[in-house]
């Protein structure tokens, strides 16, 4: 190969300089071997069998293999790539349709609730039965008088309002001390917290709060995508602006 390559790679250089010109002429460099190929799709058409003779290493180990061969591994080492990230296309797809059943099972359950007081003790029940959670609890105020003396309006400060009022988004992390997690039956046990806000519209200040807690430590972690979290809050939101004084009472 190398004599068939060195003869052309000649010629082209012959052509591309100077007929007059014979005083600067140079070495053939790798560089220049490399911009032959390059320019010259046509060279291994013209020599096909070099094809099979030419011989590099394998990249697994030290054996020699031929041009076409090292190709061929190339290949099936994207090949497998490619599988491995449809594996993980898929995996992911599954699991987003098992959280979109658990959801759609969760707001029927919210629908089929009557009466506005029951709608906490619900969407607790529910997020903690559908998605494993250990610990939840919701809480709420400006709520309709009527609701003043139920659990989930108490012991709330107007620093916390002040607080989930702040949240862009739901916060996912340690349990810092925060006071939110005082709400739930058993703080010390909350390793990790999921802290979301409830409102009627995105632009609106927040009416409440629903904590998620785990003794697991990365089940609610800093880096771990939100998306989910914020749609639960939408939908707890929605369903909880029953108890506001505008709703009406029941």
Known sequence: MCHRLFSD?????????????????????????????ANTPDFFERHAE?????????GHGGRAVSLQERQAGLLRDKIK?????????????????????????CTRHLLLTAH????????????????????AVI????????FTGESFCTDVSSDA????????????????????????????MAMSIALIPLRVAPEQGAF??????????????????????????DLAGAALSRLLPQAGSE
């Open 161 to 188: 309002q002040a607080f989930a009022s702040s949240l862009g988004a739901p916060y996912c992390g340690v349990n810092s001390g925060f006071e939110a997690a005082s709400w739930l039956p058993d703080a010390a």
């Open 208 to 233: 409440g709060m629903l904590v998620l807690a785990s003794t697991d430590a990365q089940r609610f972690h800093a880096d771990m995508g939100t998306d989910f979290l914020a749609q639960i809050g």
């Open 139 to 146: 809480k709420v105020w400006r709520v309709n008088g009527i």
């Open 9 to 37: 790679l000649k010629k082209h250089d012959n052509q591309a300089m100077n007929p007059t010109d014979h005083t600067h002429s140079h070495p053939i460099t790798e560089d220049d071997i490399a911009s032959f190929l």
């Open 81 to 105: 790539t490619l599988e491995s990230k449809v594996v993980e296309m898929i995996r992911h797809g599954n699991e987003n349709v098992t959280i979109a059943d658990k959801l759609q099972r």
């Open 116 to 135: 506005a007081r029951d709608l906490p003790e619900t969407i607790v029940r529910e997020l903690k039965g559908q998605f494993a959670i250990p610990q």
């Open 50 to 58: 070099l094809l099979a003779t030419v011989e590099l290493s394998s």
